[in-house]
């Protein structure tokens, strides 16, 4: 897996590279001071697991998550042990504590490895992707779903379930992958277990989305992109 160090303490960064060396089945292909500079990297640069700090200078750790469209796998290594509630709420793999034990690091990373393989073995699950449906693989066939029928997804740990206005589908698949490879401009994540259609909303209150009849939970930490880029937008009001 390739492999990128984002901490803004140079011995900090020097250690990780000790440890990433000694694992031997990584590949680092960068080290960054501050998350700014990482994310310019990630533009140009595919990337499968990033080694990162929290309380850095200009954007922290889990807004530098936040920030990020479709994340690599990302193990957090902080001397803050406060902050791990709020970042397994953003799905990463680890949350690992300074001074770092190597045993920790290593259970960390094989479990970064097992994720990865199993998003290597899904991403076939969704076949073909066209410009309004996509065929997903469930009770082994191959389903054509268009997403204009899909009214939201659940994520069940290494499966999802597709509620549509006709049936439900569970396929083989984390909500992370199915998330990369749906139209950003209709499905939107609101939760950690949750992807909607927005076309099906009926309305929105502080914790909750009323959608197909369904009261669907908006999570604190996908709450402010949500209400900015998808209700914000399409308000009326007066001027």
Not at 143 to 149: A, G, H, I, L, W
Request: with cysteine; aromatic share 10%; hydrophobic share 40%.
């Amino acid at each position: 897996m390739k492999c990128i160090i984002v901490d803004d303490e140079p011995l900090a960064r020097e250690g990780m590279e000790l440890n990433i060396q000694d694992y031997g089945e990584l590949e680092l292909v960068g080290q960054f001071e501050n998350a700014i500079a990482a994310n310019q990297f990630l533009q140009n640069n595919e990337v499968d697991l990033i080694f990162l700090d929290i309380e850095m200078p200009g954007l922290s750790g889990l807004d530098f998550i936040r920030s990020l469209r479709n994340p690599p796998l990302i193990i957090l290594c902080t001397a803050y042990p406060q902050y791990a509630l709020e970042s397994y709420e953003l799905e990463v793999v680890s949350y690992l504590v300074k001074p770092i034990r190597m045993d920790r690091f290593i259970k960390a990373v094989n479990r970064a490895k097992e994720i990865h393989e199993l998003r290597q073995q899904t991403m076939t699950t969704m076949e073909s992707v066209e410009e309004d449906f996509v065929y997903i693989k469930a009770d082994r066939k191959y389903v054509r779903v268009f997403f204009k029928d899909i009214q939201y997804i659940k994520g069940l740990k290494d499966y999802v379930m597709l509620y549509t206005s006709q049936q439900k589908l569970m396929t083989a698949m984390n909500i992370k992958t199915i998330h990369a490879q749906l139209p950003a401009h209709i499905f939107v994540r609101v939760s950690k277990s949750y992807i909607i259609n927005i076309n099906w909303i009926d309305s929105i209150d502080i914790d909750f989305i009323q959608l197909a009849g369904e009261e669907i939970p908006l999570g604190r930490t996908y709450k402010e992109n949500f209400i900015e880029n998808y209700v914000k937008k399409n308000l009326i009001g007066r001027k």
